[in-house]
């Protein structure tokens, strides 16, 4: 059993800059691909980024280039460093793990979710 909590979200301009964490338990952390997905209101989850065991990421055509995605297997913990935001990228976002060498990025590929966090991005 993993437990994911994402913290980091908040109200920010245009332009500016959050990082999301996700802090995980359990032992086996270093195993698992760990994923970000977004919802915003009235639209589906959104694949954002995931990053293998090994560190190999990808991304979403939507945030490619402005998100980077990485990992600290010590900690147990995944970031996802946002720049240069926009309206758009209002959303709560969510955490996830997937018990995988690969790097998934289907909802139904990830075994355990975090609660999400609150991202705002005002224009």
């Known amino acids: 059993q993993v437990q994911l909590v994402e913290s980091g979200g908040g109200l920010v301009q245009a332009g500016g800059s959050l990082r999301l964490s996700c802090a995980a338990s359990g032992r086996t952390f270093s195993s698992y691909a760990m994923g970000w997905f977004r919802q915003a209101p009235g639209k589906e989850r959104e694949f954002v980024a995931v990053?293998?065991?090994?560190?190999?990421?990808t991304y979403g055509d939507a945030v490619r280039g402005r998100f980077t995605i990485t990992r600290d297997n010590a900690k147990n913990t995944v970031y996802l460093q946002m720049n240069s935001l926009k309206p758009e990228d209002t959303a709560v976002y969510y955490c996830a793990a997937a018990r995988t060498l690969g790097r998934p990025s289907r909802n139904s590929e990830f075994d355990y979710w975090g609660q999400g966090t609150q991202v705002t991005v005002s224009s």
């Open positions: 990053i293998s065991w090994s560190g190999a990421s």
